[in-house]
């Protein structure tokens, strides 16, 4: 007897956009509060049983379990609006925060590295498209 999973697993990586520009600007205490501010919606945003790291100096890897394909874009996309209407403010000034976002999905044949290549691939191809926005990257390239 085989069973079909209707539930995956799938990985995103989350960047912030232009996050040296922010500390070229306002000072890397501005960047600190801004890393701060995003890890507080990604919490607020995941469920309990969905999994946040810190990965590199301004990107975050986000690991939902249990979801599908359109549960997935529907937490990317929320988190890329919550993220851009929120406005952080330091020293009085109001600093908007974007993020890019690269998803992909677990197939049988993953490795830990081929399943973070290819969400960030899908990255790259958010900044390379403008960034606040979310791009996914399927097994089998789409």
């Known amino acids: 007897k085989t069973f079909t999973f209707v539930y995956e697993l799938h990985l995103l990586i989350l960047d912030i956009d232009d996050f040296k520009i922010i500390n070229d600007t306002y000072g890397h205490v501005a960047g600190d509060k801004i890393l701060i501010f995003v890890a507080n919606i990604l919490k607020k945003t995941l469920r309990d049983g969905d999994k946040i790291f810190r990965y590199g100096g301004e990107e975050f890897v986000?690991?939902?379990?249990?979801?599908?394909?359109?549960?997935?874009n529907k937490v990317a996309s929320r988190i890329l609006e919550l993220i851009s209407k929120n406005k952080l403010i330091?020293?009085?000034?109001?600093?908007?925060?974007?993020?890019?976002?690269g998803t992909t999905i677990l197939i049988d044949e993953?490795?830990?590295?081929?399943?973070?290549?290819?969400?960030?691939k899908a990255l790259y191809k958010a900044k390379d498209d403008g960034k606040n926005?979310?791009?996914?990257?399927?097994?089998?390239g789409n």
Do not use: H, P, W
């Open 62 to 72: 986000l690991i939902l379990n249990r979801i599908d394909m359109v549960y997935c």
């Open 90 to 101: 330091y020293k009085g000034k109001s600093l908007s925060v974007t993020v890019s976002i």
């Open 110 to 120: 993953d490795t830990s590295d081929s399943l973070i290549n290819r969400a960030d």
């Open 133 to 140: 926005r979310v791009c996914t990257e399927l097994a089998d």
